[in-house]
């Protein structure tokens, strides 16, 4: 169906959580999915982005901020930049954050910047919660990710309370985000 490279950097555990929900997801869906962890990349991981139809973007938002290791990766693509290797790809992004007031919205849209250098082709939220779909359980699938591995950057907790990683509204997003990857991998 498609072949999705997850790329992530995760501090505390919690971005690792969603990239592996992400992934199951897609691979219940028949697509192939690599994590690629940017702090320990190797030449096999280079190609793996190079070879896929899909690239998504993941890592905590620190003061406001991508973390300071995934800029670093995001740097590191300039080579991959000056040649567009990763243009007309999918991409996505998705992000978390201890407290309602991270600014999420702020490393979602750095994301999407770095995404659209590259030439690549941005997929966006297919879900509406509430209050606009009376009939949906909440913000979910709007709060943490923006994109198809990632859609959402509203001011919500994406790790629960106190920034604990459990069953809540992160990994309904992390559905939410395989779901939408796969509507448009699906065309790939």
Known sequence: MGNVAITYFSGRGHTRKLADKIAVALGQEGCAARLIDVTDLSQTDWQAMEAADAILLGAPTYMGSIAAEYKSFMDATSDIWSEQLWADKLAAGFTVATFPGGDKLSSLMQLNIFAMQHGMIWVGQDQIGAPVNTDAEGLECQRHMVGAG???????????VAGRFGNGASVRAADCAGGTTLVYLDGV
């Open 150 to 160: 990632g859609h959402h950057g509203a001011g919500q907790n994406a790790d629960g």
